[in-house]
């Protein structure tokens, strides 16, 4: 290497200010461009819902319970909390990139033996007894100034910054997250509710069903019509059917119970159960979506910070081997009488510079670059791991949508069906062409089919809930190639930022 090499490039660096981070490269998504089809996909929408949550749940009353939920709901609050710490911690990082000045005022009375001097206690200079005898006197000063600021030259407190920058970002990118994981919370509980709700109204049904048939076979046993056996058969029926009741009401009460913490209050007296809970209270997504609508999840989002403040870090670690250049100033006043503090003559400042440079530290830079470089590396894999789980959240319930539409078609035919088994059952069993468990077991097959297809349309209406959060809060158009433009600044100290 040429001797003049390395001085022209630290001058270079003094003058221009360099940064020692590494440039950034974000890493290509690991997963495919589009997500697999699985057969008996719908045609794409003519219109997509938009990422609102208001244009995705349309029930009035589900759209209540999350407005309540997202101003009370104390999971969201932390998060809310924790964005606000992050972008103030962003503030004081970058605070440090300006020279602090701060005022200062003395006043004191000393003795020094002759021909002796002393440190002051400002920044003005050392305090001198120039004379052969000892002498008593006081001390006055007022003085503005900045002590061992560091100028940036190699970048080490932007790059400290730029980091708090990015994790400030990605703590606005989590509250998002937390805010649609609620929203999809409040939903699927809301949804959960009415389901088991429906399902009592069928347990409740099948009770009153079961209960008019024990008393007709009761009635019969003691008429000598039919054995002991049946009549005993046809009350563990009744007795079975009284446990599915009580087990509904205690998964309502529990439902109830789990929906007031997610929305931080007890439910409102208004609240009431839609009369068909399964019918269309979601807005469905169009099928045919590329992945790259991965980028504008939150997770994502934040996982692509944190990987940009790893970088950052990298910078600051390689500013540790150069040197460290601070400058320390001050003026005001200083006299050895109040009177006259102010007057004339009385002015002093005080200017200088000072470097340190790493000579011998056993290794510790090294290291500190290593873990740096380490923490990058974790930091790249946390990134594609949570593009990869992303990817799989939106292929399953993508999947599931695909094949649950002819599911419920089938089950509804199922119930359609058993439904006819029962009637035509208990016209033979009122006219004596068959016995009582032959109605008995059409009957429990009728309530069977019901509650599987009341489960079905239940999965049916999550799934929708968690592709609605899968794909990042809903999907538009529009924004499906804006989304993941505007990440390089870093966010505001007081404005939220926007995603």
Same mark, same amino acid.
């Given at each position: 290497?040429?001797?003049?090499?390395?001085?022209?490039?630290?001058?270079?660096?003094?003058?221009?200010?360099?940064?020692?981070?590494?440039?950034?490269?974000?890493?290509?998504?690991?997963?495919?461009?589009?997500?697999?089809?699985?057969?008996?996909?719908?045609?794409?929408?003519?219109?997509?819902?938009?990422?609102?949550?208001?244009?995705?749940?349309?029930?009035?009353?589900?759209?209540?319970?999350?407005?309540?939920?997202?101003?009370?709901?104390?999971?969201?609050?932390?998060?809310?909390?924790?964005?606000?710490?992050?972008?103030?911690?962003?503030?004081?990082?970058?605070?440090?990139?300006?020279?602090?000045?701060?005022?200062?005022?003395?006043?004191?009375?000393?003795?020094?033996?002759?021909?002796?001097?002393?440190?002051?206690?400002?920044?003005?200079?050392?305090?001198?007894?120039?004379?052969?005898?000892?002498?008593?006197?006081?001390?006055?000063?007022?003085?503005?100034?900045?002590?061992?600021?560091?100028?940036?030259?190699?970048?080490?407190? /932007?790059?400290?910054?730029?980091?708090?920058?990015?994790?400030?970002? %990605?703590?606005? $990118? #989590?509250?998002?997250? *937390? &805010?649609? =994981?609620?929203?999809?919370?409040?939903?699927?509980?809301?949804?959960?509710?009415?389901?088991?709700?429906?399902?009592?109204?069928?347990?409740?049904?099948?009770?009153?069903?079961?209960?008019?048939?024990?008393?007709?076979?009761?009635?019969?046993?003691?008429?000598?019509?039919?054995?002991?056996?049946?009549?005993?058969?046809?009350?563990?029926?009744?007795?079975?059917?009284?446990?599915?009741?009580?087990?509904?009401?205690?998964?309502?009460?529990?439902?109830?119970?789990?929906?007031?913490?997610?929305?931080?209050?007890?439910?409102?007296?208004?609240?009431?159960?839609?009369?068909?809970?399964?019918?269309?209270?979601?807005?469905?997504?169009?099928?045919?979506?590329?992945?790259?609508?991965?980028?504008? /999840?939150?997770?994502?989002?934040?996982?692509?910070?944190?990987?940009? %403040?790893?970088? $950052? #870090?990298?910078?600051? *670690? &390689?500013? =540790?081997?150069?040197?460290?250049?601070?400058?320390?100033?001050?003026?005001?006043?200083?006299?050895?009488?109040?009177?006259?503090?102010?007057?004339?003559?009385?002015?002093?400042?005080?200017?200088?510079?000072?470097?340190?440079?790493?000579?011998?530290?056993?290794?510790?830079?090294?290291?500190?670059?290593?873990?740096?470089?380490?923490?990058?590396?974790?930091?790249?894999?946390?990134?594609?791991?949570?593009?990869?789980?992303?990817?799989?959240?939106?292929?399953?319930?993508?999947?599931?949508?695909?094949?649950?539409?002819?599911?419920?078609?089938?089950?509804?035919?199922?119930?359609?069906?058993?439904?006819?088994?029962?009637?035509?059952?208990?016209?033979?069993?009122?006219?004596?062409?068959?016995?009582?468990?032959?109605?008995?077991?059409?009957?429990?097959?009728?309530? %069977?089919?019901?509650?599987?297809?009341?489960?079905?349309?239940?999965?049916?209406?999550?799934?929708?809930?968690?592709?609605?959060?899968?794909?990042?809060?809903?999907?538009?158009?529009?924004?499906?190639?804006?989304?993941?433009?505007?990440?390089?600044?870093?966010?505001?100290?007081?404005?939220?930022?926007?995603?």
């Amino acid at each position: 290497m040429k001797p003049w090499i390395l001085p022209a490039s630290l001058a270079g660096c003094l003058l221009a200010g360099c940064t020692m981070e590494p440039a950034y490269q974000r890493p290509a998504m690991p997963v495919p461009n589009d997500y697999p089809s699985h057969g008996a996909a719908t045609e794409t929408a003519a219109q997509a819902p938009a990422p609102d949550w208001h244009a995705f749940f349309k029930d009035p009353a589900l759209q209540r319970l999350i407005d309540i939920a997202l101003e009370n709901n104390r999971d969201l609050r932390m998060a809310a909390a924790n964005m606000a710490e992050a972008r103030a911690s962003y503030g004081v990082a970058r605070a440090s990139l300006f020279p602090p000045i701060d005022l200062q005022g003395y006043a004191g009375r000393q003795r020094l033996p002759g021909m002796t001097q002393q440190p002051a206690n400002g920044l003005l200079g050392p305090i001198q007894n120039p004379r052969d005898n000892a002498t008593t006197f006081n001390t006055y000063q007022v003085q503005a100034g900045m002590t061992n600021y560091e100028l940036d030259f190699f970048g080490r407190q /932007r790059a400290t910054a730029h980091e708090s920058g990015k994790l400030a970002e %990605a703590s606005a $990118a #989590d509250y998002q997250a *937390a &805010r649609i =994981a609620l929203i999809g919370e409040v939903a699927n509980a809301y949804l959960t509710l009415n389901a088991d709700r429906a399902l009592l109204q069928l347990a409740q049904q099948t009770l009153d069903a079961q209960q008019q048939h024990a008393n007709v076979m009761q009635k019969a046993y003691r008429d000598g019509g039919v054995s002991e056996f049946d009549m005993r058969r046809s009350q563990t029926q009744v007795n079975t059917a009284q446990v599915d009741v009580e087990d509904m009401r205690t998964r309502i009460a529990k439902d109830i119970n789990g929906l007031a913490v997610l929305i931080g209050q007890p439910l409102p007296p208004s609240y009431a159960m839609p009369s068909l809970w399964q019918a269309p209270l979601l807005t469905d997504v169009p099928a045919g979506l590329p992945s790259s609508l991965l980028d504008r /999840r939150p997770d994502i989002l934040a996982a692509e910070d944190r990987l940009r %403040a790893a970088n $950052a #870090d990298i910078g600051r *670690a &390689r500013a =540790a081997f150069f040197p460290n250049i601070a400058l320390t100033a001050a003026l005001g006043v200083l006299s050895s009488g109040l009177s006259n503090l102010f007057s004339a003559g009385s002015a002093a400042w005080n200017a200088g510079a000072s470097a340190t440079m790493p000579l011998l530290d056993w290794g510790r830079n090294k290291n500190e670059l290593s873990a740096s470089k380490a923490r990058y590396s974790g930091a790249t894999a946390a990134y594609e791991g949570t593009v990869q789980q992303a990817f799989r959240e939106v292929a399953d319930a993508l999947a599931v949508r695909d094949h649950i539409v002819p599911e419920l078609k089938a089950q509804q035919a199922l119930v359609d069906q058993s439904q006819h088994v029962y009637a035509i059952s208990q016209v033979r069993f009122q006219e004596g062409l068959d016995d009582y468990i032959a109605t008995q077991d059409a009957q429990r097959s009728l309530y %069977a089919a019901q509650q599987k297809l009341v489960s079905l349309q239940l999965d049916q209406a999550v799934n929708q809930v968690n592709l609605y959060k899968a794909l990042g809060g809903g999907w538009d158009p529009a924004q499906a190639t804006t989304a993941s433009l505007g990440r390089a600044a870093a966010p505001s100290a007081t404005a939220p930022a926007t995603r």
